[in-house]
């Protein structure tokens, strides 16, 4: 197109100077506007990077009473907005529900094995009908259960050992949309089992390593329930990973460091119904925000006791409406935030 023009300017050379400035400058403009359009039409969707997060409430304290915590682990939110919190180590071995502004419901857990007790309860997750699915960390026997949302138990499954669907160290949880269970189990397997609902084994896949597809601690997982995306947070290697639902290796993000997008000792991840990405990155003490290729968007936080400020945030999770919830495990306390529209 800029050849055209520049043609037609030296064809027009015995005109005035000003009708062949005219003419020049209007096809170089139209080629300007046309090129633009083009780059808008077949560029991919730019990530929202003014996005920002406003505090809106928070609760809990230093305690073993309802309402108050021991170390706040795994945090999950179900289709009413409710919360349920992991209470890690000590007497507090724990599922607290709350509703979304914190006001206590119920609880139940003791410190033990078997049905409807724990050893120390880290990941927990929601399905579709709510039900409740809790990763016992440590525990021999019944490292998954799974419970009503009031607490009544319905199974579990997964004891201690290297074959095929034990556990050594289980600790992120999520269900997909058929409500799949996935485990990241860290230690001597450093990999993912994908069950039914009922706890049968479906498959595993993951290893100990850095190359794709491989793990120095999965520490927490998540699914895109809509598009069947599997993001693990590979704790050791400072990254994400994203697989398909049958564990097949999609991409992969981050790197040790204190810049966007890379990750220090990072526990936590969680997904929003838009399909973004958030992550508690513990060793920054900050919450980072990804669309679904890894880009980054926003992250708020540093280290401290206020509004806003984190002691290792260790778990995160959203609900349906955007809220974004965190389990702030050195204070104590989960905080809630809300996007900026």
């Known amino acids: ?15 005035t100077m000003g009708y062949i400035s005219y003419t020049y400058l209007s096809g170089l403009m139209i080629s300007i506007a046309f090129a633009i359009s083009l780059i808008i039409l077949t560029s991919p969707t730019i990530p929202a990077f003014s996005q920002e997060y406003h505090f809106e409430t928070k609760w809990g304290s230093a305690g073993t009473s309802f309402g108050g915590f021991s170390q706040p682990q795994g945090i999950a ?8 919190v992991t209470d890690f180590t000590g007497l507090a071995n724990q599922i607290q529900k709350f509703t979304g502004d914190g006001v206590f419901i119920t609880a139940w857990g003791f410190l033990g094995f078997g049905q409807g007790f724990f050893t120390n309860p880290a990941g927990i997750t929601t399905d579709l009908s709510d039900n409740i699915y809790v990763a016992d960390f440590g525990s021999p026997e019944t490292a998954i259960q799974k419970f009503t949302s009031d607490g009544t138990f319905i199974n579990g499954w997964g004891s201690l050992g290297l074959g095929e669907g034990q556990f050594i160290n289980p600790a992120g949880i999520a269900t997909d949309s058929l409500a799949n269970v996935y485990v990241t189990d860290f ?27 491989q793990f120095i601690e999965a520490a927490s997982v998540t699914v895109d329930k809509q598009n069947d995306f599997v993001y693990v947070l590979d704790h050791g290697n400072n990254r994400v990973q994203k697989f398909d639902t049958n564990g097949n290796f999609i991409t992969k993000w981050g790197d040790r460091g204190t810049e966007d997008g890379q990750f220090s000792s990072p526990e936590g991840i969680g997904i929003d119904s838009q399909g973004h990405v958030y992550v508690a990155d513990s060793g920054n003490d900050r919450i980072q925000k990804f669309d679904t290729n890894g880009n980054f968007i926003t992250k708020w ?16 999770a959203t609900s349906q409406d955007g809220n ?18």
Request: proline share 4%.
């Open 77 to 84: 939110v179900d289709s009413q907005g409710d919360v349920y």
């Open 324 to 341: 974004v919830y965190v389990a702030d495990s050195g204070n104590a306390r989960i905080q809630v935030f809300t996007p900026i529209k």
């Open 1 to 15: 197109m800029l050849r055209e023009v520049s043609r037609s300017f030296h064809v027009k050379k015995a005109c």
């Open 187 to 213: 230690g001597e397997n450093n990999n993912i089992k994908k069950f039914t609902s009922d706890g049968n084994l479906i498959m595993e896949w993951g290893s100990p390593g850095i190359g794709d597809g």
């Open 301 to 316: 936080g540093d280290r401290g006791v206020d509004d806003g400020q984190f002691l290792r945030p260790r778990s995160i």
